[in-house]
C-alpha cells in the first residue's frame, strides 16, 4: 500500500485518534475516584486553614470530622436552606455569578479544641490572571473576623500570588464584617490611598494591584449575602 | 553507535540541556524547590522514553507528512496520562507542577529526540536514548534545584538544613535565588564548571 497516499493518511490520522482517545478515557475514568478525594481532601485543608488548623496530609480528613461540627446551607435571609444539596458539595464558583438573592450559601460550624465556635464562610471570586477563592472564619459573635485563607490558581508569583501567605491573610484577624449592626466589607487599600470611612480594612499587596482589587470585590461580592445571617447571630449573642 | 554510547552520551558529552541548550525554559520554571525538580526529571524520563518506544515501533508507518503531528499527539497523549497519574497519587506535586507538565508536550528535548533519534532506529536502543536524555535533564534539573532550594529557602527537600544558629548569627536567605533568572545563572555556572572539564566542547 502507497504509504504517502492520501487514504492511507486520513486512515492513519483516524484509527490513531480513536485510539489515544480510549487510551486517555480510560485513564481519566480509571483515576477519577481518587482524583475527586484529593480534591476533597485539598477543599478540607483550605476550610482548616481559615481556622489556622495545619494538619499533616494524612489526618485531614480525620481532623476536618473532629473539628467541622456541622455543615449547613443558608439562603441571603440567613435562613437554612431545608432541601439544599451537602454544603460541601456546593459550587461557590457557579454560586458567586448568581444574584445575592437566588444563592445557596455554605457555613461550616468549627468547634476549636479550646471549645470556641467559628463559622466559616466561602468565597470565590477573579484575580488578575485566574479565578481566586478563599475563606473566611467568624466569631462567635458574628462580626469579628477570627482567620482567613485565600488561594489562587495562576496570580504572578511574589505579586498577586502573595494573598495566599500568612502575612497578607492574617492581617484579617480581629477586623469586622458588621460596622454598627449592618454588614460592612473589609476594604483592601493601598498604602497611600485613604483609608474608607466606617470600615475595617487592611493593606493591598504592593505590585498586586488587580489581585488585591479581586479580593475586595470577592468579599464584598460573596459575604454581603451573608450579611442577614450574621446580624442573626450577632443579635442572638 | 553502540547502545552504550547512545545511553551514556546524553549524561555529558551530549547534554541536553548544558550542551544542547534545550529545554531551558522548564529548568527555568520548576527549579525553585527540590521536590518538583526531581518529579518532573521523571516525569521527562517517563515520557521521553515511552514516546521514543511508540514512535520507533511505528516509524516505518507514519506517514512522512504527517509525522509531527503524529509524534505530538503521541507526546501529548503520554503528558496528560502523565499528569492524570501525578493528580491521583502525588496531588500537592500536581498543583505545583501544574502548567509545566503540560508544557513537557513543547519542551523541545521531546520533539528533537523523536525526529533525530526514534524515527531512524529500533525500539532497544530508542528506549536508552529517551531515558539516557531523560536523565541527562533531570541531573540538571536537580543539582539547579539543590542550590537554588539550600540558598533561595535554607531548606532541602523541605526540611530546613541551614541551622537555626546561622540565622541568629546574621545569616539571611538569598531571596534573588528564587527568581526565575537564578536558575539562569546556575545553569550558566554549571555549563562553564562543565566546559572547563570538557576541553573538546569549547568553541575556538
Known amino acids: 500500500m502507497n504509504k504517502q497516499s492520501n487514504t492511507y493518511t486520513i486512515i492513519y490520522i483516524i484509527v490513531m485518534v480513536v485510539v489515544v482517545g480510549a487510551a486517555l478515557a480510560f485513564t481519566s475514568i480509571s483515576l477519577k475516584y481518587r482524583q475527586q478525594a484529593n480534591a476533597d481532601a485539598d477543599k478540607m485543608r483550605q476550610i482548616l486553614a481559615s481556622v489556622k488548623v495545619e494538619v499533616p496530609q494524612d489526618e485531614i480528613a480525620d481532623q476536618y470530622g473532629k473539628l467541622i461540627t456541622s455543615t449547613y446551607v443558608i439562603d441571603a435571609d440567613g435562613k437554612k436552606v431545608a432541601d439544599a444539596p451537602d454544603a460541601f458539595t456546593v459550587n461557590v464558583a457557579m454560586q458567586s455569578k448568581e444574584p445575592a438573592d437566588k444563592r445557596m450559601l455554605p457555613v461550616y460550624e468549627c468547634t476549636l479544641p479550646d471549645g470556641s465556635l467559628k463559622y466559616i464562610l466561602a468565597m470565590y471570586g477573579a484575580g488578575l490572571w485566574g479565578p481566586i477563592w478563599g475563606y473566611v472564619s467568624v466569631d462567635a459573635d458574628g462580626t469579628t473576623v477570627y482567620g482567613a485563607y485565600f488561594a489562587h490558581q495562576g496570580e504572578t508569583p511574589g505579586l498577586g500570588a502573595e494573598i495566599e501567605k500568612p502575612a497578607f491573610s492574617d492581617q484579617f484577624q480581629g477586623k469586622h464584617l458588621l460596622v454598627n449592626g449592618n454588614f460592612t466589607p473589609i476594604a483592601v487599600v493601598k498604602s497611600g490611598m485613604p483609608a474608607p470611612e466606617g470600615a475595617d480594612y487592611v493593606d493591598a499587596i504592593s505590585g498586586g494591584t488587580i489581585t488585591s482589587k479581586g479580593v475586595g470585590a470577592m468579599i464584598d461580592n460573596c459575604l454581603a449575602p451573608y450579611g442577614p445571617f450574621l446580624k442573626s447571630i450577632a443579635s442572638n449573642n | ?204
Open chain 2, 1 to 204: 553507535m553502540s547502545n552504550k554510547s547512545v545511553f551514556f552520551n546524553p549524561f555529558s558529552k551530549n547534554n541536553p540541556v548544558i550542551v544542547q541548550i534545550l529545554g531551558i525554559c522548564s529548568v527555568l520554571a520548576v527549579t525553585v524547590k527540590l521536590e518538583p525538580a526531581i518529579v518532573m526529571g521523571l516525569s521527562v524520563i517517563a515520557v521521553l522514553a515511552f514516546s521514543n518506544v511508540i514512535i520507533s515501533l511505528i516509524r516505518n508507518t507514519i506517514p512522512t507528512n504527517i509525522r509531527i503531528i503524529v509524534q505530538l499527539v503521541v507526546v501529548a497523549g503520554l503528558v496528560v496520562i502523565v499528569s492524570q497519574l501525578l493528580e491521583a497519587y502525588a496531588y500537592d506535586v500536581s498543583k505545583q507542577l501544574s502548567v509545566f507538565i503540560g508544557l513537557i508536550i513543547t519542551n523541545c528535548i521531546l520533539m528533537g529526540r523523536l525526529e533525530a533519534f526514534a524515527m531512524a532506529n529500533k525500539p532497544w536502543p530508542s528506549f536508552l536514548d529517551g531515558v539516557g536524555n531523560g536523565i541527562g535533564y533531570a541531573i540538571i534539573l536537580i543539582i539547579v534545584g539543590f542550590f537554588r532550594e539550600l540558598l533561595g529557602s535554607g531548606t532541602l527537600l523541605g526540611y530546613q538544613v541551614v541551622p537555626d544558629s546561622f540565622y541568629a548569627a546574621g545569616y539571611v536567605n538569598n531571596g534573588l535565588m528564587i527568581l526565575p533568572p537564578m536558575a539562569l545563572v546556575t545553569v550558566a555556572c554549571i555549563i562553564w564548571v562543565h566546559r572547563s572539564f570538557n576541553k573538546d566542547l569549547q568553541e575556538k
